[in-house]
């Protein structure tokens, strides 16, 4: 007997995958495995995996960066804390209001978001996350690129003193580049791994971070003890500029995890119960305190060692006269930041490689307020799809919903030609009052007022 013919991998053809069939879709052309409703054997998140998983997300450079620029551009730790609390509150409140979503539904963040945007028009908001996605892998490769860098100086001193062949217009020295592309290999094995494999990577980083973190805290204190290191002699701000500053940073910290908080249901619709996401809402707030408080107080700590603000934890590692210390905190930041990137970014469809070069993440982070602007900006996108979510499945469907439906291209939820006309709306009234201002923060060259800037 002849063996059945098979498609040449040379041809477009070849590449076509096998339909797969579904129970829930009338065509699998909108669905697979992955898109389906998860069944009820692989529904094992408890309580504890969700507390463990934010406990590990929260210490990672993004979150001591947040906080350490909040002190850099002249807030006190007093004014600064309050502004991380208040900002990660609103963000477990929406993590739970949306994750309860896919706790109930067991559906993923691209199907839900047709039932609020329309068959056609969910493309959008899953198309704006990957892009976001996309820029936070960028950033995150090139702050694990830093740590590479820290480590590869730990224990070749030489590596400093690589001469660069790049223009200073490039952003980025000769080092800096093979230390990013390295982070690039070490990281894309990691890429190609199962979600449901890799949870060990999770269990260590959750042990060995915040362990190095608390040490570096109490080396901070030790040496410039809290009575003299967070006293603001930084903050210089008062008045209207402070109040606009505090805004700001609010805004930052609600940006840190408002990409997740769209797409929270790919994570949620693992959950053993719905009951079991609820922690969100208190762990978020406790643990992404902690982690910013450490990242001030380090902050603060520098200005009285350094005689500066040292926003960047990696620079402040650069400074450090033990080769060992600085070789395993570098470790430790590189494990935080490797685990933060797959579970919040290359998961959640961002493991682009191309955009993680082409972005030039270096550029975002060569200053405390270019960071703190970016933070906030992309928010502007990502408020209004995560309200927009909350506001169709609570208010107006009032929590009933067709889930067949969200699979049919000629259901209910096709709307006016796949477009919700009304969200289409929505989304113009919250994001555009907010776009001149934006526009003006990332191009100084661009005049707009006062009013549109503040806003």
Known sequence: MSSPPTKSRWTLAGWALEPEVSTVAPSSKWTNKDMDPVPEHLRTWTTWNYIAYWISDSTNTASWELASSMIAVG???????????????????VM????????????????????SFGFWFSYFSVVSRVVLSMFWFAIQSYTGSECVYQMLKAIWPSTAHIPNRLPESAGITSVGMMCYFLFWLIQFPFLLVSPQRIRHLFVVKAFIVPATWLAILIWAMHEA????????KHAELSGSAASW????????????????????PDFTRYAKNERAQYVQIIIIPIAFTLAGFCGMAVASASEVLYGSVIWDPLQ??????????????????ALATLGTNISANSLSAANDMTGGWVLCP??????????????SGYTVFLGPFAALMVVDYWIVHKCNVDV??????????????????????ALLFSVTPSLPGLAASINPNIKVGNAAKTL
Request: no cysteine; charged share 10%.
């Open 404 to 425: 067949p439906a969200m699979y049919d291209r000629h259901g209910r939820y096709q709307y006016w030609n796949g477009i919700n006309w009304r969200a289409v709306v």
């Open 245 to 264: 500053a505090w805004l700001s940073s609010l805004n930052s910290a609600l940006g840190i995890y408002a990409t997740l908080a769209v797409n929270i």
């Open 75 to 93: 807030l006190s730790w007093r004014q600064a804390l309050p502004a991380i609390a208040v900002g990660h509150i609103i963000i477990g409140t």
């Open 316 to 333: 402040l590692i650069n400074l450090w006269d033990s080769r060992a210390a600085s070789f395993f905190a570098a470790f430790s930041f």
């Open 96 to 115: 739970v209001l949306n994750g309860t979503i896919g706790a109930r539904l067991h559906v993923a963040f691209p199907v839900i978001t047709r039932s």
């Open 225 to 232: 003890p809290p009575s003299v290191s967070l006293t603001p």
């Open 362 to 375: 270096w550029e975002i982070l060569s200053s405390a307020p270019g960071f703190l602007t970016f933070m």
